[in-house]
């Protein structure tokens, strides 16, 4: 399956909210980073055919998103993530994924159950299969949110903050879930959890200001903090840092104070690198 983003140009009036070249992503995982306003959620939406850019085109697999027949047969191929849930709090967990599967005009009946116990099994909530949706913690919530979107096997997942209000150990079994998906699935994600995801993903996209700051591996993401992180018992003025324990800060700044030990950059040093200081 191939997806092509074209040239898509956003703007809110005079303001330019995303201006990006061609890209073109093939299956696996491809992980979208930036800063809050930076243009991820609405090129997500874009990919997810719910928003419609100014100019420039998307294509699935030859569909193209602009026409309408195509649009609805490149809906019935994709799952969706929004950024926040939504879900319907008066319905149980089962009729909501009934709903979405009959949206997805899978059929008879027992055909979606069959897919509904599928999916709520993938993300563990096929116990809670007759709770109300308004009675889920926040978490469960988030993972009913993916459930949805695996509804059918979709040959593009687009999650935006799939990790969002999970704890340490659903975030681990979701992006274990996801590295399974992507070795057939095209699986675009935005995330802010960027070590977490970014290191499970072959690609990495950061936008910063609607434009494409960096397009390329994680190693080589990882790469753009080089010479510029190391950890102090103390916040250091002029560095974006971070508590990473009982008085211990992991920085990350243009330039290094003389004579400090450098560290290994991660994934998430070289994403602050190349939005903060544009690190090449």
């Known amino acids: 399956m191939n997806l092509v983003l ?3 140009r956003l703007s809110y009036g005079a303001t330019p909210a995303l201006d990006l070249p061609r890209l073109t992503i093939d299956h696996g995982a491809t992980a979208v980073l930036g ?24 294509h699935l697999s030859g569909l193209a998103a602009a026409d309408d027949v195509e649009r609805t047969a490149i809906r019935r191929r994709l799952g969706y993530v929004t950024q926040t849930d939504g879900l319907p709090g008066r319905m149980r967990v089962h009729e909501y994924m009934d709903y979405v599967a009959a949206l997805k005009e899978i059929g008879p ?3 979606r159950r069959r897919w509904t116990r599928w999916a709520l099994d993938r993300v563990d909530l096929a116990d809670h299969s007759d709770a109300k949706i308004r009675t889920l913690s926040g978490g469960m919530k988030r993972r009913l949110s993916i459930a949805q979107a695996l509804m059918g096997s979709p040959d593009l997942l687009v999650l935006d903050e799939p990790l969002t209000s999970l704890d340490a150990e659903y975030r681990g079994e979701v992006t274990r879930l996801l590295t399974e998906l992507a070795a057939t699935t095209t699986v675009v994600v935005a995330t802010h959890h960027a070590d977490e995801l970014a290191a499970v993903c072959r690609r990495v996209l950061v936008l910063d200001a609607g434009q494409l700051a960096f397009d390329g591996t994680p190693t080589a993401l990882a790469g753009r903090g080089a010479n510029h992180v190391w950890e102090s018992p103390h916040p250091v003025d002029g560095a974006v840092c971070r508590a990473i324990g009982p008085d211990r800060y992991r ?8 004579g400090t030990p450098l560290a290994d950059p991660t994934v998430g040093d070289g994403y602050v690198a190349v939005v903060r200081f544009g690190s090449r």
């Not at 959620?41 to 998307?58: D, H, K, Q, Y």
């Not at 920085?251 to 003389?258: D, F, K, L, T, Y």
């Open 109 to 111: 009946a027992r055909l």
């Open 251 to 258: 920085c990350v700044a243009r330039h290094v104070p003389a």
């Open 6 to 8: 074209d040239h898509l």
């Open 35 to 58: 800063p809050n306003g930076s243009g991820k959620s609405t090129l997500l939406r874009m990919v997810a055919t719910v928003a419609a850019p100014n100019t420039g085109e998307i």
